[in-house]
């Protein structure tokens, strides 16, 4: 029987454990999936520091987490952090404290690494021989763009999320066409680089999206009321059940955005920045579907830690 594997990403918005047990060739079977939100990042692109409270958010589910990693007798851990921390001024206190709970070093991931670890986790289950794939992972503060066959061939990262849009242009409820009008600019100028850097991006076979804002448009689109693993992962959504979903969100006050079928109280005020994003991407690059999955950059976590063993 294989050792016990785990990979913790303290993101912007939400905090995420996957646990798996090494089988063979990089490969593992997912033991617990979790993820709560925790806004971390809250505030962090106005004031350039990370709130008290939301290090305290974190911290408590990393003591849930540390449970966890107990039971199932983990011998291993890699734990990151993203575009919050890396922003933050004073991301030394959240830190220090969250590797005393975990007993681990938390590696400050760059967004290129981010993109790399995303493009492994989303990929690899998939046909090489049906790339190239494209994909998107729109986090809280940052949004990840990777392109490759087997191997991540090329990527960018874009100061662009669903968090820090949200906190930047949406000041009204619902929001006025203004604000959504600024907002989705910013998104087709950052875009715009991405055409730039990953010229192939007409090339790919398939878009791939991953993270919060993909799964939740998934679960609306579908109309589930709770959460289900089977039936996100690998759902296809086509344009104009996104295009639909943008319509639903950002016409909508926060209570009837809340009434949405699987939409959590801790996504609600951050999903307007992040169906922003996943709209704009789907109109400049003019993909007909894009592919849910659920395996992302903890996926890909994990792969290296049984492909260094």
């Known amino acids: 029987m294989g050792s016990?594997?785990?990979?913790?990403?303290?993101g912007t918005n939400s905090t995420r454990l996957l646990i798996g047990r090494r089988t063979h060739n990089q490969e593992f079977r997912t033991l617990v999936r979790e993820t709560t939100i925790t806004?971390?990042?809250?505030?962090?692109?106005?004031?350039?520091?990370?709130?008290?409270?939301?290090?305290?958010r974190v911290l408590a589910t990393l003591l849930m987490y540390k449970e966890q990693l107990q039971k199932h007798q983990v011998s291993q851990v890699r734990m990151v952090a993203t575009s919050a921390v890396r922003d933050a001024e004073n991301?030394?206190?959240?830190?220090?404290?969250?590797?005393?709970?975990?007993?681990?070093?938390?590696?400050?991931?760059?967004?290129?690494?981010?993109?790399r670890l995303s493009f492994a986790g989303a990929t690899n289950e998939l046909e090489k021989s049906k790339g190239p794939f494209f994909v998107v992972d729109i986090g809280g503060g940052s949004t990840e763009f990777s392109f490759g066959f087997e191997e991540c061939d090329a990527y960018l990262s874009s100061d662009i999320g669903c968090v820090r849009l949200s906190e930047r242009f949406i000041h009204n409820d619902p929001p006025l066409p203004e604000e959504l009008s600024a907002a989705l600019s910013l998104v087709d100028l950052h875009l715009d680089d991405v055409a730039r850097e990953i010229p192939s991006i007409s090339q790919a076979t398939s878009i791939i999206g991953v993270a919060g804002t993909v799964s939740a448009t998934s679960m609306i689109e579908q109309g589930l009321q709770t959460y289900s693993y089977q039936d996100v992962h690998g759902h296809f959504m086509s344009k104009d059940s996104i295009e639909e979903v943008f319509?639903?969100?950002?016409?909508?006050?926060?209570?009837?955005?809340?009434?949405?079928?699987?939409?959590?109280?801790?996504?609600?005020d951050v999903i307007i920045g992040g169906i922003c994003i996943l709209a704009q991407i789907m109109r400049k690059f003019e993909f007909e579907n894009l592919l849910v999955s659920e395996k992302d950059i903890l996926d890909g976590l994990l792969m290296s830690l049984s492909a260094n063993n």
């Open 4 to 10: 016990v594997i785990a990979a913790i990403d303290c």
């Open 39 to 56: 806004q971390l990042g809250e505030g962090v692109d106005r004031t350039q520091n990370l709130s008290l409270a939301a290090i305290d």
């Open 91 to 115: 991301s030394q206190i959240f830190l220090e404290a969250a590797e005393e709970i975990i007993e681990t070093k938390v590696e400050v991931l760059s967004g290129v690494e981010e993109a």
């Open 247 to 268: 319509r639903l969100l950002v016409t909508d006050n926060r209570v009837g955005r809340l009434s949405n079928p699987g939409m959590e109280k801790g996504r609600v």
